[in-house]
């Protein structure tokens, strides 16, 4: 879990920048798993892989679940999300 004051890995950097770049900032805007590794930042990534990744998202509340796509779940970037990227963008 990425917990306060643990560094994020940078799949999940890439997880929440692409949520961010694609504006799923709400349930209606949510993006699904597969949504999420056809875009360009997380293209070869496992889909296993990034369903873990997002996980650990959801447990540290940078990500929220959207709403269901048939069967899918889906998911979008949490105000926390949106802050953290900033938290990083500063970093040099």
Do not use: C, P, W
């Amino acid at each position: 879990m990425v917990k306060k004051g643990e560094k994020m890995d940078k799949k999940e950097l890439l997880i929440l920048l692409m949520l961010r770049e694609n504006k799923a900032f709400n349930n209606a805007t949510a993006m699904t798993l597969q949504e999420l590794i056809s875009t360009d930042g997380l293209a070869g990534y496992r889909v296993n892989t990034i369903y873990k990744s997002i996980q650990k998202l959801l447990e540290a509340g940078l990500v929220q679940y959207g709403l269901k796509d048939g069967h899918a779940n889906t998911y979008s970037i949490s105000k926390i999300g949106i802050k953290k990227i900033g938290e990083y963008a500063d970093e040099e």
